[in-house]
């Protein structure tokens, strides 16, 4: 795992994530593994159902518990075209 990859966060990695309070996170660093119960720091932006950032977190979780996720998909407000207006020439 590296800082930009999405990690489901869910009761793998600690018990507070267990039911509807799993993530979707996005990395943006990771702390050193604590090498005697293998649990880290990692900081993210926590991903809405559209693929949006909501909320930076710094979470405290098993490093074995975490899995990486498909990228959600941005999905963003369509794009309006501009109408053009024919010159007329004089």
């Known amino acids: ?3 930009g990859d999405v990690v489901f966060v869910g009761p793998a990695c600690s018990v507070q994530f267990t039911g509807d309070r799993t993530l979707l996170v996005r990395l943006v660093s ?4 604590d090498p005697y119960n293998g649990w ?5 932006y926590v991903l809405d159902a559209r693929g949006m950032a909501k909320d930076k977190r710094e979470l405290y979780v098993r490093k074995a518990g975490l899995r990486v996720a498909p990228a959600p998909v941005v999905v963003g407000k369509p794009m309006r075209q ?9």
């Open 1 to 3: 795992m590296k800082p």
């Open 30 to 33: 990771l702390g050193e593994v």
């Open 40 to 44: 880290l720091w990692v900081t993210g």
């Open 82 to 90: 501009r109408r053009v207006s024919p010159r007329v020439r004089t």
